[in-house]
């Protein structure tokens, strides 16, 4: 009975649902990645310089050393939870008064399913959270009860990144 009339109570009254998983999913570039990436900077470099534009030239070799650092960089593990005040990102709580809306992204049956958060403001970006060791029904739950839910894709951005093995 108590659960019909404050539902949101209920959920927050629940223990919080925490779990670890990588920032993001790794792959391993060949040697060939770099390669690649060294003769696109190198041409662009190239190009720059022909149009007399040496500090465009510089930025591109800058630009192309930081990528490859961080593409051979492993990722971090970072802790998740969703609890009575928010969504807790390592350190960084959201609150529930900062979210719009929330949906998990299983659209593709051999990837890892991502929470899908939308934040009031305006210029912040979706928060993307792997769901990886569990359950997203659990999520869907929880957080159906104290956010809307509405569809999300992950941006255009994200998917750009992923295929280019970030």
């Known amino acids: 009975m108590d659960e019909e009339f404050y ?4 959920a927050r009254a629940r223990p919080p649902i925490e ?20 003769l696109v900077a190198v041409s662009g470099c190239v190009a720059a310089l022909l149009f007399n534009n040496v500090l ?10 930081v990528l ?10 970072v802790h998740f939870a969703i609890t009575q005040r928010g969504i807790r990102i390592d350190n960084k709580l959201h609150p529930y008064s900062m979210l ?9 049956p051999h990837e890892i399913p ?6 009031k403001h305006f210029f912040s970006p979706l928060i993307i959270i792997p769901l990886d060791g569990v359950d997203a029904d ?29």
Not at 59 to 64: F, P, S
Not at 140 to 160: A, C, K, N, T
């Open 7 to 10: 539902p949101e109570e209920q």
């Open 19 to 38: 779990w670890d998983a990588y920032e993001y999913v790794h792959t391993e570039k060949a040697p060939e990645w770099y390669w690649a990436l060294g």
């Open 56 to 65: 465009f030239a510089i930025l591109i070799l800058i630009a192309a050393f």
């Open 68 to 77: 490859a650092i961080y593409a051979a960089r492993e990722p971090n593990i």
């Open 100 to 108: 719009e809306s929330f949906s998990i992204d299983e659209r593709h």
């Open 114 to 119: 991502n929470l899908i958060v939308n934040p």
């Open 138 to 166: 659990d999520i869907h739950d929880r957080l159906s009860i104290l956010l809307d839910e509405d569809e999300h894709v992950e941006p255009f951005s994200h998917r750009i990144m992923h295929w280019l093995g970030f």
